[in-house]
């Protein structure tokens, strides 16, 4: 019999999961509190996902236009998110992104430079002003490169890598630590902590089509699910609009918007400049910075400003998506990126040598020379765990959440560039959430039961004498998600999607592993299976439950956005009976003093950082 004493133990103040941008911010901020910390990766140090985030960071520094200011800042994420954003939680980002920005600076991240020496920025979709501080188009790169090294130097910081997070421990309410094995060994280990911070990134392994790596099957969702905290908002989902389409073995893979931000434009197979069809009257009045503009995007003048192609993703990617339907996309189902036309060979290498190299290299092709194919791509969760806007903490005690796998900051929609500077923001924000938190929490107290409870639910994989092929079913669940629960949904697909999750949940239920578990990735593919279900059904039954199209979430079925949905947030959480729960939640109004910023005119904020 499993004695768990013989179990590797590890004990802590904080655990961290996840080693992408938001956990080693936070890591940096626990380690600078004092506190001995252990940072879990399911990966290698370093290859977490924020790599994959090539444009920028989004801060209103105003250094390349003056104009620009915290207040436009948090103006545009509002609208940008159609208002269901947590209000508090996008002042926070607009407010402290600059000085988090400046932060890594000090720390040696290597921005580009306009002429004067101050960081560059650029323009990005739905942004006002250019805004994104950049490193040519490897800014996630440069960031995970910066915070890495800061990291490591902080005293009592212990980095565990290539280890999974089965559960979380609970003593009562509050949390007490983690369960997890080893990748390489299938050797189980015990974490015990006062606190647990999830940054453990996002959920897209359960579609098809995505541009996210291997460890993104939403880990932390889980986890934080079957802790009994609450999900908000995971309906919403972003299919970035540009994902490489050819060949197939890259299907899916992220082609930064950074290209557009440069100059890009999108074109249909018959050489037009298409996006100029898909800007709605209303949408062109509430976007555009002038009436003028508003006009000329209207008027179809590719001499506007900012061009449409930098509309908001969820406008761009549904745009793209009717052109290949019209049957005017490009012959491998997407449409056309062109930047050879608007720019030189030199310029291009030099501001995205990423890109250059990314398509040579998979689809041998020149983007100096030839556009590129790309299509609508699944890409980020602008829901996740419910937490407290200012301390990031879920409604279970101990229990934080920053970066992608938490909701609110983002609405219904999340900015281009935003998502980095969450992740610093918010990073910061959890590390002293859980440091505060730790000074008055008891020691953890080791659940015996729950660890065997845990061991015995994965061994049973191995275990079993037969069983469903895990890698069958996660295909099957790829297939009902990318066709069901995709950028366009209705009714009838939402609910067979609920229909064929509830027999894959079944299916994967008896999955079985071959061999022992020992570099067994049939194992781990099983393990996550688990975490795919969860997810899965969250996003299907928010879609649901949503009867309006807002953002990220589009219903055939319910065109446009209605009005009373637009005071809702839709929360998920498991029930007494251990089955998912759904429920409206009515926004309370906004502050007073953010909702006047919110509305205001651009001539009301422009003037400097503290206008």
């Not at 509830?502 to 299916?507: K, P, Q, T």
Request: hydrophobic share 35%.
């Amino acid at each position: 019999m499993l004695d768990v004493n013989e179990i590797e133990r590890h004990d802590y103040d904080v655990i961290i999961i996840g080693a992408g941008g938001a956990g080693l911010r936070a890591a940096i901020e626990t380690g600078q509190a004092g506190l001995k910390t252990g940072l879990i990766c399911k990966s290698l140090l370093g290859k977490a996902h924020t790599v994959m985030a090539e444009g920028g960071m989004a801060a209103a520094l105003g250094y390349a236009d003056k104009r620009d200011n915290w207040k436009i800042h948090f103006r545009d994420t509002m609208r940008g998110g159609k208002f269901l954003n947590d209000w508090r939680m996008a002042e926070h980002h607009a407010k402290e992104a600059p000085e988090r920005v400046k932060e890594l600076e000090d720390w040696g991240a290597v921005f580009d430079r306009l002429p004067d020496g101050l960081i560059s920025q650029r323009n990005f979709g739905g942004h006002r002003y250019p805004r994104l501080a950049h490193v040519g188009d490897r800014t996630g790169l440069e960031l995970i490169r910066t915070l890495q090294d800061r990291a490591v130097h902080q005293p009592g910081l212990d980095v565990h890598m290539e280890c999974t997070v089965l559960d979380i421990l609970k003593d009562g309410d509050r949390v007490t630590g983690v369960v997890a094995y080893w990748r390489q060994t299938g050797r189980f280990v015990v974490f015990t902590a006062k606190a647990v911070i999830l940054a453990s990134g996002g959920g897209g392994k359960s579609w098809r089509i995505t541009s996210n790596s291997w460890e993104c099957t939403g880990d932390g969702y889980a986890l934080a699910y079957e802790a009994g905290a609450e999900l908000i908002d995971m309906e919403f989902v972003q299919f970035h609009p540009t994902g490489m389409v050819w060949p197939p073995s890259v299907r899916g893979t992220l082609v930064t918007e950074g290209v557009r931000g440069e100059g890009g434009i999108l074109l249909n197979n018959k050489g037009e400049r298409f996006m100029f069809n898909y800007i709605p009257e209303k949408f062109a009045k509430e976007t555009a910075d002038t009436v003028e503009e508003a006009q000329r995007w209207l008027d179809g003048d590719k001499n506007a400003r900012r061009p449409p192609e930098l509309l908001t993703r969820d406008v761009v990617a549904r745009s793209i998506n009717a052109e290949v339907k019209a049957g005017r996309g490009s012959p491998h189902g997407g449409v056309f990126l062109d930047i050879a036309s608007r720019r030189t060979p030199e310029a291009i290498r030099k501001k995205l040598p990423s890109m250059y190299h990314q398509f040579k290299e998979l689809a041998e092709l020149d983007i100096t020379k030839e556009p590129m194919e790309i299509g609508p791509t699944c890409h980020y969760f602008m829901g996740g765990v419910r937490v407290d806007p200012h301390t990031q903490m879920s409604k279970v005690p101990g229990l934080f959440a920053a970066g992608e796998v938490s909701g609110g900051m983002h609405g219904a929609n999340r900015l281009g560039g935003n998502s980095l500077s969450d992740l610093i923001v918010f990073g910061k924000l959890a590390g002293d959430g859980a440091a505060a938190y730790c000074k008055q929490a008891a020691p953890p107290v080791l659940p015996a039961d729950q660890v065997l409870a845990s061991v015995r639910r994965a061994t049973g994989i191995l275990n079993r004498d037969s069983g469903e092929n895990p890698y069958l079913v996660h295909d099957d669940l790829m297939t009902t998600m990318q066709d069901n629960v995709g950028i366009i949904r209705t009714k009838v697909e939402l609910e067979k999607a609920l229909t064929d999750l509830e027999v894959l949940r079944e299916r994967a239920s008896r999955a079985k592993a071959h061999g022992t578990s020992q570099y067994n990735a049939g194992w781990h593919e099983a393990i996550d299976l688990r975490v795919m279900m969860i997810v899965s059904e969250a996003v299907t039954r928010g879609a649901l439950t949503r009867e309006e199209s807002r953002g990220g979430h589009t219903r055939e079925d319910h065109p446009g956005e209605q009005g009373p949905w637009g005071a809702v947030n839709i929360i998920s959480y498991k029930g007494a009976d251990g089955k998912m729960v759904t429920e409206k939640f009515e926004r309370p109004p906004g502050p007073p003093e953010l909702v006047a910023i919110a509305n205001a005119t651009l001539e009301e904020l422009e003037g400097g950082q503290n206008g």
